[in-house]
């Protein structure tokens, strides 16, 4: 049975290279084109991937982190009638990521689990329908070209800042996430977000050795400690301003203590008892259109889902009951 990790479901093997020290690695994103405004080519890939309403198309699923980030900022940038969507179901079966078939059950942030451009019954026939040679990973988030019938991207970083961008002059509204005088302090805050937090939880979760699980534990609450400490005396991680970097941190923050603190032994403190990060955490969730792309249900079900080495059973936990609707409580630095 496989895991979740960045989107991606790996066999519970250990990483090329991590046999020794039982230290977790991640495997390298496919796809890696990018949407500009006029089809010219991005940071890496080719072009001929112009920004147009209506040509591109998100596959994501709900309980994935990475994935999620890519719901939020399609969201904040108001790009709902602009780039389509389709989720997962939350479960994976013997095919990898599947959709539903008639008659099954709706997920968040969609009018059904299936496949609404394609019509596939898992999303490795996606890749294929990309590429008929495709023998790599089969991920999310996806980013389609309905256009070319091919994926542009299925990394979630570049996908974030596709959808900030992009898509200015086609129906895309809302602040940048990504603004020039903030990207120095943006990148900073994501480099540590990203290995000790957003990473780290995985580092810890899956690490094989005694030595590898208490390294990354550490190394994951002093980051924590450390974000809880800048949250003291500003509102967001680069200030006064909702950036990238918030809403890169706060899919793992929501995740923390219904599935990380339990099924990846993350369980020296919760989010919850950190009084800036718990009322930070709630503050963003309670922003317009982001409380529809969680579901805490979901996430239970995928971390909770069987695995052979942290729950041979697959027995679901009914708790923690954990309310994100409560006032942040974070007055002094509110304004």
Request: aromatic share 10%; hydrophobic share 40%; proline share 5%.
């Amino acid at each position: 049975m496989g895991l979740m990790i960045e989107g991606k479901w790996h066999v519970e093997e250990p990483a090329s290279g991590s046999a020794d020290d039982g230290k977790f690695r991640r495997t390298v994103s496919s796809f890696r084109n990018w949407v500009t405004p006029d089809g010219a080519p991005g940071l890496s890939g080719e072009g001929g991937f112009a920004a147009e309403a209506g040509r591109y198309h998100l596959y994501v699923a709900i309980g994935c982190p990475w994935a999620h980030r890519t719901m939020i900022v399609r969201s904040l940038k108001g790009l709902e009638e602009v780039v389509s969507l389709d989720v997962v179901l939350p479960r994976r079966s013997d095919a990898g990521w599947v959709f539903a078939t008639a008659g099954a059950g709706a997920g968040a942030g969609a009018d059904s689990n299936r496949d609404s451009l394609l019509a596939s019954h898992a999303l490795h026939e996606v890749y294929s329908a990309a590429d008929p040679d495709f023998s790599g990973r089969v991920t999310v988030p996806v980013l389609w070209d309905k256009q070319r019938r091919t994926i542009v991207s299925n990394e979630s970083s570049e996908i974030i800042r596709i959808l900030n961008s992009a898509f200015d002059a086609v129906g895309a509204r809302g602040a940048d996430l990504y603004p020039t005088d903030l990207r120095v302090d943006i990148d900073a805050v994501n480099e540590l977000v990203y290995r000790s937090v957003n990473n780290g939880v995985y580092r810890t979760g899956f690490a094989r050795s005694q030595a590898a699980y208490e390294a990354a534990f550490d190394e994951l609450f002093e980051a924590l400690d450390e974000l809880e400490t800048r949250l003291s005396t500003r509102r967001y991680l680069c200030g006064g301003q909702l950036c990238e970097a918030d809403w890169r941190l706060f899919p793992t923050l929501m995740r923390f203590d219904v599935a990380y603190f339990g099924a990846f032994k993350c369980n020296l403190r919760r989010i919850q008892d950190y009084p800036n990060l718990w009322g930070y955490v709630r503050e963003l969730y309670q922003m317009p259109g982001i409380a529809a792309t969680c579901d805490l249900d979901a996430y239970k079900q995928g971390y909770y889902s069987p695995s052979e080495l942290r729950n041979p059973l697959g027995i679901v936990p009914k708790g923690p009951k954990i309310d994100f609707t409560t006032p942040p409580g974070r007055e002094h630095i509110m304004s």
